[in-house]
């Protein structure tokens, strides 16, 4: 594992634009997304039109080009002010991805531009109720029809799905020899919202992440051509997996933006209440939180740039590595939403305060892209795959 983290110029030029972008346009709406449980559209067009949308995505294709940190360092940023629409964003890229890396040309090119533009949204349905963390107890099937596919299942926890104009659905096309081999014999499908059958169900109401509302979806005998598989028919377990090594990697980055948010209100607060007569930050015991709190978040984020560098170099340590960042960030997130709570005092349990929001929204990263006995399971299978 090389440890060596280089940050260039251009992406701390990227930081600042972000920054700009968050300042102007996001901050000034963050209140009316937590209140209202809605990010305007016109919000991702905006975020286009700064160049963030593409982030990632190779210019021949339609994206904005840059390594993998600068998408690591756009969701940290905008985390700090709106956690939910850096999960707006992680789903884009949880379509983008696998349909960059083992899309056709032609999927490519139909699908990529619109997205890195602003003008369309995708999500990615592979939850269901009985396969979240064990992915391979997938229900949907997907039966051959004609020259395409048959596509009937409920898929659940689907973020994002009543915005989306693509959304990609992991189902059943085979089943496996073998129980100890479930994960064989499952798809990915490339679906438009206007296919008939596909219907959006119940939204799902969940503590944080206000504005990123997952829903139900329903496939009641959707059809699809041939041409809608991404990738090779029953590799589709493959393709999630190496899909979700990078979410883990962005919830990652959005957990150290909303530690380093409630950081920062941590020293604003403090430095302005008094108690018996001199500020807060001027007791030891408040000045040893905070430092405390501040190598947490600089571990958790030099951890996040890390795997970043480890998984876009393609070696097998980055998937350790996106693990144990995402692990451990959300964590020190959590503690740092604790702390924040506790020194705001009274502030800190009222809803208007927002200080409240941090630890609903530290909950929700913990628990998508990976719970933490997941991430355990999945860095001690690595180890061992690694001894053998």
Not at 47 to 71: D, N, V
Request: aromatic content about 8%; overall charge neutral; charged content about 20%.
């Amino acid at each position: 594992m090389d440890f060596s983290i280089n940050i260039p110029e251009e992406l701390e030029q990227l930081r600042m634009k972000v920054r700009r972008f968050v300042e102007n346009e996001l901050e000034p709406r963050a209140n009316q997304i937590e209140d209202s449980g809605q990010i305007p559209n016109e919000l991702f067009r905006i975020a286009a039109s700064y160049g963030l949308t593409g982030l990632g995505i190779p210019e021949e294709i339609g994206g904005h080009g840059g390594e993998l940190l600068s998408t690591v360092i756009y969701i940290e940023e905008v985390s700090k002010a709106c956690p939910s629409f850096a999960t707006a964003a992680m789903v884009q890229h949880l379509f983008m991805i696998p349909v960059m890396m083992f899309g056709t040309e032609s999927q490519k090119t139909k699908y990529l531009p619109s997205l890195t533009s602003g003008e369309k949204f995708a999500a990615h349905a592979a939850t269901e109720q009985a396969a979240g963390s064990d992915l391979a107890g997938i229900q949907t099937q997907a039966r051959r029809e004609g020259d395409g596919w048959l596509i009937n299942g409920k898929k659940y926890f689907i973020t994002l799905a009543d915005k989306a104009d693509y959304f990609i659905i992991l189902a059943r096309t085979s089943e496996p020899e073998v129980q100890e081999q479930r994960w064989r014999g499952l798809t990915m499908f490339v679906v438009e919202k206007t296919a008939h059958g596909l219907k959006i169900g119940r939204q799902i109401k969940i503590i944080g992440m206000r504005g990123a509302n997952p829903y139900e979806l329903i496939l009641d005998n959707v059809w699809v051509p041939d041409d809608s598989v991404l990738g090779t028919v029953g590799d589709g377990f493959k393709i999630a997996m190496n899909t979700y090594n990078y979410g883990r990697l962005y919830v990652s980055a959005q957990a150290v933006g909303i530690a380093q948010s409630a950081l920062e209100n941590c020293i604003l607060y403090t430095s302005r209440r008094e108690a018996f007569g001199q500020p807060l930050i001027s007791f030891q015991s408040i000045q040893f939180s905070i430092v405390d709190l501040l190598k947490s978040i600089v571990t958790a984020r030099l951890m996040t740039y890390w795997a970043a560098k480890l998984l876009e170099s393609g070696k097998e340590a980055g998937i350790i590595a996106a693990s144990l960042a995402k692990l451990y960030a959300t964590e020190v997130a959590e503690e740092a939403a604790l702390k924040a709570i506790e020194l705001h005092g009274g502030t800190g349990v009222t809803i208007n305060g927002r200080v409240e929001k941090y630890l609903r929204d530290s909950q929700v990263a913990k628990i998508y892209e990976g719970t933490p006995a997941t991430l355990r399971l999945t860095v001690i299978r690595q180890l061992l795959k690694q001894m053998r």
